[in-house]
């Protein structure tokens, strides 16, 4: 059987064949491929799957730090201002003492804005929906303390915060079930790069050419 065959079979699924009507060639191949994929890769504890998140995010070439609740506004003035970040995207529901310590102008996420206008932007500062261990991927679906995809993308510099361990999953198939495909999700892995015929990596070519990610336990 031709891979047409199968793609044409599973159209005429798709549309709604007549009920009984004698099985395709496609439905017999369909039924002998083993569907039951694994919905993580080996067992591990909560500890490790935290590990396994920071260990893929830093093979990425993210910057990976770890601090509780209490250190998190503290990390954030830090990092601003060793990036020399004077003006900042921020989220809409952003929680405020996030940023208590620090003292940036805030730029904040509206739909009104232009493209120059958040081109300003320094870095910005967001939280995540969910944190994928096996891929080291952060995924943002747009929610009020990620704001809209676009903040994410223009500024050089990307701030996300995750909270530790309830944002982060083992697996995709794990994130997809937290995931509402609806809103507008946007899956992060390392900072944006690109490479040329010659294989040189350039960075920040469609997105922040920095991405930190703040691993945060107790931030509730």
């Given at each position: 059987m031709?891979?047409?065959?199968?793609?044409l079979g599973r159209?005429?699924?798709?549309?709604?064949d007549a009920?009984?009507?004698?099985?395709?060639?496609?439905?017999e191949y369909?039924a002998?491929?083993?569907?039951?994929?694994?919905?993580?890769h080996?067992a591990r504890?909560?500890?490790?799957?935290?590990?396994l998140?920071?260990?893929n995010?830093?093979?990425?070439r993210?910057i990976v730090?770890?601090?509780?609740?209490?250190e998190l506004?503290?990390?954030?003035?830090?990092?601003?201002?060793?990036?020399?970040?004077q003006?900042i995207l921020?989220?809409?529901?952003?929680?405020?003492?996030w940023?208590?310590?620090?003292?940036?102008?805030?730029?904040?996420?509206?739909?009104?804005?232009?493209?120059?206008q958040?081109?300003k932007?320094d870095a910005?500062v967001t939280?995540?929906?969910v944190?994928?261990?096996?891929?080291?991927?952060?995924?943002?679906?747009?929610?009020?303390?990620?704001?809209?995809r676009?903040i994410?993308?223009i500024?050089?510099?990307?701030?996300?915060?995750v909270?530790v361990?309830?944002q982060?999953v083992?697996?995709?198939?794990q994130?997809?079930e937290r995931?509402?495909p609806?809103?507008?999700?946007?899956?992060?892995s390392?900072p944006?790069?690109t490479?040329?015929i010659?294989?040189?990596r350039v960075?920040?070519v469609?997105?922040p050419r920095t991405?930190e990610?703040?691993?945060v336990?107790?931030?509730?």
């Open positions: 031709s891979s047409r065959d199968i793609i159209v005429r699924r798709a549309l709604g009920a009984g009507r004698t099985p395709e060639p496609y439905e369909e002998a491929v083993d569907r039951g994929y694994l919905r993580e080996g504890t909560t500890e490790q799957t935290v590990d998140l920071a260990e995010l830093a093979d990425y993210a730090h770890r601090t509780d609740g209490e506004p503290l990390l954030l003035m830090r990092l601003l201002a060793e990036s020399g970040a003006n921020v989220p809409p529901a952003l929680p405020p003492w940023l208590a310590a620090a003292d940036p102008v805030r730029i904040h996420d509206r739909a009104a804005s232009t493209p120059a958040l081109d932007a910005v939280g995540c929906a944190a994928i261990a096996e891929t080291g991927t952060l995924v943002l679906d747009g929610s009020p303390d990620q704001g809209r676009r994410t993308l500024p050089d510099h990307h701030i996300c915060v909270r361990p309830d982060v083992s697996s995709v198939p994130a997809l995931l509402d609806a809103r507008p999700l946007t899956w992060i390392g944006s790069a490479s040329d010659e294989l040189d960075e920040g469609h997105g991405l990610v703040v691993l336990t107790g931030a509730d």
